[in-house]
């Protein structure tokens, strides 16, 4: 049989345990970033800079002013990014509704009435009026000896974290493919250029073997093959074409417009845009913290 300083020693230790040993869940431990990862990636070229680490807003290296208006049209009209956007609102008010529970809870209740007495009435004559007020405080408060509310709560932030990297993986993910469609139609813009200018020496050339022909300088071997020429010419031009075209509604799609509010200097661009600077990429340590930390978007 325990006496009565040892049990009050196993009541403590007992307490102890409850109190520590039994919270809920384990606490978040940061992995450690392997050996070697703050120095340059091997495969760096001369066009990369692995000192400084790329801008928020690397889209604006092309110094475009085209592509920086399509990017502001995009970040402000998709609608996934509105949905990200709004999944990120809900997930932290919920984290803020978590921090209620931390602090105790009031309930007030409180309303008048207007009737007749009928306590004090005699029964001669009429019951008199009267106002009668009525009101309640409740207080109630959840001591968190488990730590389910700051489990709870850390789950939420968790949640929140986790929408604001959806939110920047989307946005990512928008400017990426308004960039990629921009250079994209630039690019095939120059493409049709040359195409064209190809259609046009076929069809010079053409012209020339035809004169030729009628003097008898050429025979009408040559003046079918300068057509096959031709024909391969237009044929080569109208697939670019059609992949300028597509492009062009990638862009429509990703800013929330119609084809036909695509601007008209994307549309007639034909300069491909190139880097002013060379490009900075950052280190392997560099990398992983930009995957892992996203707590500029998940400001209370």
Known sequence: ????????????????????????????????????????????????????????????LYQDDTLDDLVQRALAGNTDLRIAEANLSRARAIYLETGSALYPSTDITGGAQYNRDQTTWSGLGTAPEQWTYSAGLGLSYEVDLFGRIRRYRQAAKADMEAE??????????????????????????????????????????????????????????????????????EAALAPVMGQHQQRLLELSALMGLVPAQVPLQAQQCKRIPEYANSLPVGNGAQLLDRKSSRQQLCSI
Not at 2 to 22: E, P
Not at 25 to 46: H, I, M, R, W
Request: net charge positive; aromatic share 4%.
């Open 1 to 60: 049989m325990l006496k009565s300083g040892q049990f009050r020693s196993v009541l403590s230790t007992a307490l102890v345990a409850i109190l520590t040993g039994c919270a809920a869940g384990v606490d978040y431990q940061t992995p450690v970033l392997p050996e070697n990862t703050e120095k340059a990636f091997s495969n760096v070229s001369l066009s990369m800079n692995s000192e400084a680490q790329p801008a928020r807003n690397w889209w604006q």
């Open 164 to 233: 604001a990297a959806a939110l920047d993986t989307v946005r990512l993910v928008v400017v990426a493919e308004t960039t990629r469609a921009y250079v994209d139609s630039c690019t095939l813009g120059k493409s049709i250029e040359v195409a064209k200018h190809s259609v046009q020496l076929a069809t010079r050339s053409l012209q020339l073997i035809r004169q030729r022909e009628q003097v008898g300088a050429a025979m009408r071997l040559d003046v079918e093959r300068a057509q096959a020429s031709l024909a391969r010419a």
